[in-house]
T-cell receptor
Framework: KQEVTQIPAALSVPEGENLVLNCSFT??????LQWFRQDPGKGLTSLLL?????REQTSGRLNASLDKSSGRSTLYIAASQPGDSATYLC????????????FGTGTRLTIIP | ETGVTQSPTHLIKTRGQQVTLRCSSQ?????VSWYQQALGQGPQFIFQ???????GRGNFPPRFSGLQFPNYSSELNVNALELDDSALYLC???????????FGPGTRLTVT
């Protein structure tokens, strides 16, 4: 059974700093891994999706990496802004035949102006 | 905007009642997945429908059921509501069972 963990549960950093969010998963047989952003009481916005054959994906100030052998993924945010404040969730997708997403509990990020 | 809509936005029900939540997928998306997100937790997979048939189910009792229609809409039905069913319910549509999922804004259900 896949388990996804995100530590820390909450993180506060001053505006302008670079930061890294962590995600670990127990079963390396994943199809892909996805990072989402969730604002309070809202749905999920997909940020980056990394296929199992890829090592990283980049979009603007965001960079996500994937290391299947160690069961880890990181989301790097460069030059943080107050608008980046949200909860960030990672989710691992199982291989064919088990296509559900297994989510972590998220990291609540606060950027201090 | 993902093009996925859900209704209603919020609703309040009493324990023991039944509820139907609705989702409208992106046109052409043959797959819809439903998730339950309790406060402070990550979403938990309820089930997935592919071309109107159930294609996988999470650890939820049978009183959680679903339907998917040919017009890219779907429903989540919950019978005999319990207090613990209070959560944000999210639907996600995708082109196929293993392609990227696009989430709707969710329905906040409160059971009193």
């Amino acid at each position: 059974k896949q388990e996804v963990t995100q530590i820390p549960a909450a993180l506060s950093v001053p505006e302008g700093e670079n930061l890294v969010l962590n995600c670990s998963f127990t079963d390396s047989a994943i199809y892909n891994l996805q990072w989402f952003r969730q604002d309070p009481g809202k749905g999920l916005t997909s940020l980056l999706l990394i296929q199992s054959s890829q090592r990283e994906q980049t979009s603007g100030r965001l960079n996500a990496s994937l290391d299947k052998s160690s069961g880890r993924s990181t989301l790097y945010i460069a030059a943080s802004q107050p608008g980046d404040s949200a909860t960030y969730l990672c989710a691992a997708r199982g291989n064919f035949g088990n296509e559900k997403l297994t989510f972590g509990t998220g990291t609540r990020l606060t950027i201090i102006p | 905007e993902t093009g996925v809509t859900q209704s209603p936005t919020h609703l309040i029900k009493t324990r023991g009642q039944q509820v139907t939540l609705r989702c409208s997928s992106q046109s052409g998306h043959n797959t819809v997945s439903w998730y339950q997100q309790a406060l402070g937790q990550g979403p938990q997979f309820i089930f997935q429908y592919y071309r109107e048939e159930e294609n996988g189910r999470g650890n939820f009792p049978p009183r959680f059921s679903g339907l998917q229609f040919p017009n890219y809409s779907s429903e989540l039905n919950v019978n005999a509501l319990e207090l613990d069913d209070s959560a944000l319910y999210l639907c996600a549509s995708s082109w196929d069972r293993d392609t990227e999922q696009y989430f709707g804004p969710g329905t906040r259900l409160t059971v009193t």
